[in-house]
């Protein structure tokens, strides 16, 4: 039974009846086939043939390679999901790639900015000008909701709700979730929706129809992509002297700050979309300097 086959199978599989999105789908494709060239330089066309020693030596090819543990995880999770659907499916007899281990990870806290550095940044973002007013914008939601910044490119008109102060926002999995807006965040976007996005959208030519509803749009009048999401956020940061700033630091400092005023860790996974408590709780371990602050104030034996 042809491996390159059953890829092509377990990834329908993944897009009709688990319902990946294509992004994952696409990213499914792309590790598998890259382990069915591996076997097929190999000699292992038939998945039946395909031993333990095999899978074995990819992952150590992987780690050959360059690859960092986490990238070694995240494609040996594709493998085994992909060897126990062929189990399941009772293609093979057996799972090769059952109880195979994957690099530990070592603990990373993310990167996170100071109140006073998040506000530099977005005070020196005051431009007047269509996309200056878009960047603002797109800053202040990035910070002031939490979102990835494929959920900013993602927001269309109907899913921004300011009177009632809410964005619906949809995250990984295409998942759905409510996420506030208000002060800064809300006035920046009501703004730029009020007085730029219209300038925009007068340059679109030849768009998808899901694009017209795009809330931030490029200078061509399209929805913005990630990648210029990126630039933007780095353009931002190099004016207030923070080198290679990613979007993701905005969220991770939404998060931390957050915590630091006193938020329930439930609330802020519900706003940033984790489904497990334990993604939200590495925030937890940021700002021990905070935690140690709060102990003095509030153990009546700190200094006995």
């Not at 039946?48 to 050959?64: G, I, K, N, P, Y």
């Not at 990238?71 to 493998?79: A, G, K, L, W, Y």
């Not at 927001?155 to 921004?160: I, K, M, P, S, T």
Request: neutral net charge; glycine residues 8%; proline residues 4%.
């Amino acid at each position: 039974m042809s491996i390159v086959g059953l890829v092509d199978e377990y990834l329908s599989f993944l897009r009709i009846e688990r319902g990946a999105s294509p992004r994952t789908v696409e990213a499914y494709e792309r590790d598998l086939r890259s382990y069915a060239d591996y076997l097929a330089r190999h000699g292992v066309d038939d998945v039946r043939s395909v031993t333990r020693e095999a899978v074995l030596d990819f992952e150590a090819q992987l780690s050959q390679t360059g690859y960092a543990p986490s990238s070694i995880n995240r494609r040996m999770s594709v493998v085994k999901g992909f060897h126990r659907y062929l189990e399941r499916e009772e293609y093979t007899k057996g799972n090769p790639a059952h109880l195979i281990d994957t690099p530990k990870i070592p603990d990373r806290l993310p990167d996170v900015l100071s109140v006073a550095q998040v506000f530099a940044l977005l005070d020196a973002s005051n431009g007047e000008t269509p996309t200056g007013l878009r960047d603002r914008a797109l800053l202040e939601v990035l910070y002031g909701c939490g979102l990835r910044a494929s959920e900013a490119c993602g927001l269309n008109l109907g899913d921004v709700h300011l009177e009632e102060g809410f964005l619906l926002v949809r995250g990984k999995g295409g998942k759905e979730r409510i996420t506030p807006v208000s002060g800064a965040a809300a006035r920046s976007l009501m703004r730029y929706l009020d007085d730029a996005r219209a300038t925009l959208s007068l340059k679109a030519r030849n768009l998808k129809p899901a694009d017209y509803a795009a809330v931030f749009l490029n200078a061509r009048g399209g929805r913005l992509t990630r990648q210029s999401v990126y630039n933007i956020v780095a353009a931002a940061g190099e004016r207030v002297g923070i080198e290679g700033l990613h979007p993701h630091t905005l969220r991770h400092s939404f998060a931390t700050h957050l915590l630091e005023g006193g938020a329930d860790l439930r609330v802020i996974q519900e706003m940033l979309g984790h489904s497990s408590i334990s993604t939200t709780q590495i925030y937890t371990h940021i700002d021990r300097t905070h935690l140690q602050e709060e102990y003095r104030q509030a153990h009546p034996r700190w200094n006995a």
